[in-house]
């Protein structure tokens, strides 16, 4: 496998678990309740980064809807951040590929997906301020597609992203994305909970259980 092919799967799996996965947990005919903020991920799977749907209103109209979506971006991309991974080829080291992470705590600790940080000799973390800080993978989990890196100091202001509870989630609920698919760094997407519960194909002879869709 060439080195842009590496890259490329790299960027393309696990499209389902871009990190973090911010829900929102609304429903468009019902009162709708918040964010975290996915996954991406996208994480027992990246999907832990869950919004609780507890702290927004219902938009009255588009233009409240919209003005929503501005604020939840605001306040929950700059705890998203943009992996960069380097390793050996050649003798040297060189990018390999990138990923999208976010902040789970004030100790500088990230949540990614192992696929992102495998085979990795070095880890940059790319803040939504431009701030870049080298990080050590101190986890991996391939079986949950799940790893941790932590850089020693977070940049000021940054903050991390809460907890969310997959039990208050239903299908139908607004679901936004925020991560750095293809290295477009501060990316948001809209769509909704399409199913769950879902089990998906682990990069091992094990499969991940209770994933979103």
């Not at 918040?34 to 507890?54: D, N, Q, R, Y």
Request: aromatic share 6%; with cysteine.
């Amino acid at each position: 496998m060439t080195q842009s092919a590496k890259v490329g799967f790299r960027n393309q799996r696990w499209l389902l678990f871009l990190v973090p996965v911010i829900i929102l947990g609304c429903s468009l005919a019902t009162p709708f309740n918040g964010i975290p903020g996915g996954s991406v991920a996208e994480p027992t799977t990246v999907s832990s980064a869950l919004a609780t749907a507890t702290q927004f209103p219902m938009p009255a109209n588009v233009e409240d809807e919209q003005s929503l979506l501005v604020n939840l971006y605001a306040r929950v991309n700059p705890a998203v951040v943009n992996l960069t991974i380097y390793g050996q080829n050649g003798g040297q080291i060189v990018p390999l590929g990138q990923g999208s992470g976010f902040v789970y705590d004030e100790s500088g600790s990230i949540i990614t997906n192992d696929h992102v940080v495998e085979g990795a000799e070095q880890v940059e973390v790319t803040f939504s301020d431009g701030t870049i800080r080298d990080a050590e993978v101190i986890g991996q989990d391939p079986n949950s597609d799940l790893a941790v890196v932590k850089v020693d100091q977070l940049p000021e202001g940054i903050a991390p992203l809460p907890l969310g509870d997959m039990s208050e989630l239903a299908v139908g609920q607004t679901v936004i994305a925020i991560g750095n698919p293809f290295g477009l760094d501060g990316t948001l997407t809209r769509g909704i909970i399409s199913a769950l519960g879902r089990t998906i194909p682990a990069l091992t002879p094990f499969s991940i259980p209770q994933a979103i869709q």
